[in-house]
């Protein structure tokens, strides 16, 4: 308790700026808070603040020594108020991003229950396939599927996604079933558009290699529930997440091919600007998925 007491009057310290604003805040002495800093840095062997009669600055290792103590309060923070009923309480808006398919299933359906669960919490969400730069545009969180592109941001796996080649039982009876992916280019292929998606085309394990192929066909869009329909009408085949299709294979709408060719599971991922000072309601909110998304008994319901 001394030590994080120590901590936390550093904080307070440096942020205020002053022995004695931080000690008028806590209703304490300055000569308390001045003991604490002298204790903390006794105990580090580093010197943290620069103290004198007029003013006070931090050390190079003041300031970096800073910022682990603030991530460290709030991780605290959260840690209590995670498990005490009567801890803080999420607060505050939310704003989540996510492909527009996968968000009209598998999003839009949760946020009552989320709301439910945390009144204080509102939440706007974004349904986009474009790639949403989560950063300048002010968003708190996004939901990605499939591969993610390298990049600073911060994410974390939710579930496991497979994506798999399916054609109606018509189309499959009027073109035939292909047996080897190099048989795409005889068929007609619904191809998803847009730039945001897809940009490696569909892939399969050959020889043991994962492999990718962008056959063509008459048909394109960039919106993946427009392929789905075309698939559905018997207008060609389509590469889709078995999220979106699981329920057409059960009913014998839909029939996968090349299943012998089937890549290896890409991820559905929760996305964040940084890992540091994470709001509580956003790091609930990514809890409150992971439950969901790694329960078998939710993507049977949704099947």
């Known amino acids: 308790m001394d030590r994080l007491k120590q901590i936390e009057s550093f904080v307070s310290v440096a942020t205020k700026g002053s022995l004695t604003a931080a000690a008028q805040a806590e209703g304490v002495a300055p000569a308390v808070m001045g003991r604490r800093i002298d204790a903390l840095e006794a105990r580090l062997g580093v010197k943290l603040l620069v103290r004198t009669t007029r003013k006070l600055t931090l050390t190079h290792e003041g300031t970096a020594f800073l910022e682990d103590c603030q991530r460290l309060l709030v991780d605290f923070a959260n840690a209590e108020a995670s498990v005490s009923a009567g801890g803080i309480k999420a607060a505050g808006h939310l704003r989540i991003t996510a492909p527009a398919g996968f ?7 949760l946020v009552p229950e989320f709301l439910a669960l945390h009144p204080d919490v509102s939440l706007s969400l974004n349904l986009s396939d474009r790639v949403v730069d989560i950063v300048n545009e002010g968003f708190d969180c996004a939901v990605r599927v499939g591969d993610l592109v390298d990049s600073s941001l911060v994410s974390m796996r939710l579930a ?32 998803l558009s847009s730039d945001a998606s897809q940009t490696r085309g569909w892939a399969f394990m050959v020889d043991g290699e994962l492999s990718h192929a ?14 789905h329909d075309w698939c559905l009408a018997g207008l060609g085949l389509a590469w889709r997440s078995t999220w979106e299709v699981e329920a057409d294979i059960q009913a014998g709408r839909l029939q996968t091919v090349l299943d012998a060719f089937a890549a290896p599971p890409n991820g559905i991922f929760a996305v964040i600007p940084q890992r540091k000072h994470l709001p509580l309601r956003v790091r609930l909110w990514i809890d409150f998925l992971k439950q969901n998304y790694g329960s078998p008994a939710y993507w049977a319901r949704a099947a």
């Open 214 to 227: 962008r056959p063509s066909g008459r048909l394109d869009c960039s919106d993946g529930q427009v392929l």
């Open 160 to 191: 496991d996604n497979r994506r798999l080649c399916v054609g109606s039982p018509a189309y499959l009876k009027r073109a035939g079933v292909p047996e080897h992916p190099g048989e795409l280019a005889r068929h007609q292929c619904l191809m």
């Open 103 to 109: 968000g009209r299933r598998h999003l839009a359906p």
